[in-house]
């Protein structure tokens, strides 16, 4: 199997390549690390030392160039920045290479605008898997796995919570990119309710729910997400009656304090370019780099912090016409393994999903994760990268 990560060396793609190249994935022959940055590919493909590992230098703008790299290789992972404005070039440059697909989502932005081409796919012979980071990606994945267990569907809840434990950190290190940050915190979201797909403000919806430690009570907020234009739609889900689906995001206090600052001083319009001095600079590339120089400046000051995850989507229906609660988590732990990943979650499920992709052979189309994955062959992948899944059902009896 040959793969181009575009993106490579970023945040969440240099994740990607590190566990496509492990010791707990197979049948990869080649992976091309494809970036703008060209120096950092190399620092990345040095740092490994695997012979499979190519860097090579990629402005996705450049279409003859992009071809290139899809046309000599079996599936693309895109982990370009959503909001970076080039989702539906590389999409459709991977349609016309007939190279496989997948993205770490669309933000609720491009997923129907992909999701609508489905037929185009087919024809062409060529898989898109949408959506598959941890969120959406494994999130996915734990829907599907709740449907499975519920023979009618009243509604899915599907949470994330993040918790950092140690001295409070004085730079700010967002866990990914700060753009789609932004957009969480800035834009309505689409949540589906009574059947039908809704526009919330942002950071609505607040609901409460007691966690495993170290998390406790924990506030969620909607904020704007891919899973809820796919999941209710989908196979095996739809077809058991769902009225209600909804996403809720949970990020540490304190950051999500200074992330809601930042979309009051007027970085929510992160894309729009500012005249500043006769030049014109995007909110988002300015906050980035400004991040990014902080972050190298006063790495001696950034404390050594835990980092906790939960996953959860919380199903209720019926199961032989009995109430039926099933909730599906994943618990994410310190653990030594994780070290060298900046988000080991969402970079590894990038990966699973991609050497999933072809077991036994590629199903042509654009599918997101839950219409398109088996639940316990993704979930032995999550396990041998040590992710803690539990499953409960609790039926009416028992309530």
Not at 155 to 176: H, M, Q, R
Not at 384 to 396: N, P
Request: hydrophobic share 40%.
């Amino acid at each position: 199997m040959k793969i181009a990560v575009l993106g490579g060396a970023g945040l969440m793609g240099s994740g990607t390549v590190r566990d496509l190249v492990s010791r707990e994935s197979a049948g990869i022959d080649r992976v091309i690390v494809a970036d703008i940055d060209l120096d950092k590919a190399r620092r990345l493909v040095d740092s490994l030392g695997d012979k499979r590992l190519e860097p090579a230098r990629l402005d996705v703008r450049d279409r003859r160039s992009c071809l290139a790299v899809l046309k000599a290789v079996d599936i693309c992972i895109n982990g370009v920045p959503t909001f970076a404005g080039f989702q539906m070039d590389i999409f459709h440059c991977c349609l016309e290479a007939k190279c496989h697909y997948i993205d770490f989502g669309g933000m609720g932005i491009y997923t129907p605008q992909q999701k609508a081409e489905h037929d185009a796919w087919s024809r062409a012979g060529v898989t898109a898997i949408l959506g598959l980071g941890s969120d959406p990606g494994m999130s996915n994945v734990l829907c599907k796995a709740v449907a499975e267990q519920l023979e009618e569907i009243d509604k899915i809840s599907l949470y994330w919570a993040s918790k950092l434990v140690g001295d409070e950190n004085p730079v700010l290190v967002p866990p990914y990119s700060i753009s789609t940050l932004l957009g969480e915190y800035a834009n309505n979201s689409k949540q589906f309710i009574n059947g039908e797909l809704v526009d919330k403000p942002p950071l609505s919806g607040e609901v409460s729910l007691v966690l495993p430690p170290p998390f406790g009570q924990t506030e969620f907020v909607h904020s704007q997400h891919s899973e809820p234009l796919t999941v209710p739609f989908a196979k095996g889900i739809k077809d058991k009656g769902i009225r209600e689906f909804t996403w809720r995001l949970h990020l540490p206090e304190k950051e999500h304090e200074v992330y809601k600052s930042l979309v009051k001083v007027g970085f929510g319009e992160f894309a729009v370019p500012i005249d500043f001095r006769g030049m014109s600079v995007a909110p988002a590339e300015f906050l980035e780099a400004l991040i990014a120089r902080n972050i190298e400046r006063n790495r001696h000051r950034i404390p050594h912090q835990d980092a906790y995850e939960i996953h959860l989507a919380i199903g209720e229906g019926r199961m032989n016409r009995k109430k039926t609660t099933v909730q599906c988590m994943v618990f994410v732990a310190p653990d030594p393994f994780y070290t060298d990943y900046n988000d080991a979650a969402t970079s590894m499920n990038a990966s699973i999903g991609a050497q999933l992709l072809g077991r036994p052979k590629p199903v042509p189309g654009v599918w997101g994760p839950e219409e398109y994955y088996n639940v316990q062959e993704y979930f032995s992948e999550l396990k041998k990268r040590h992710f803690k899944i539990t499953l409960a059902v609790t039926t009416e009896e028992e309530l």
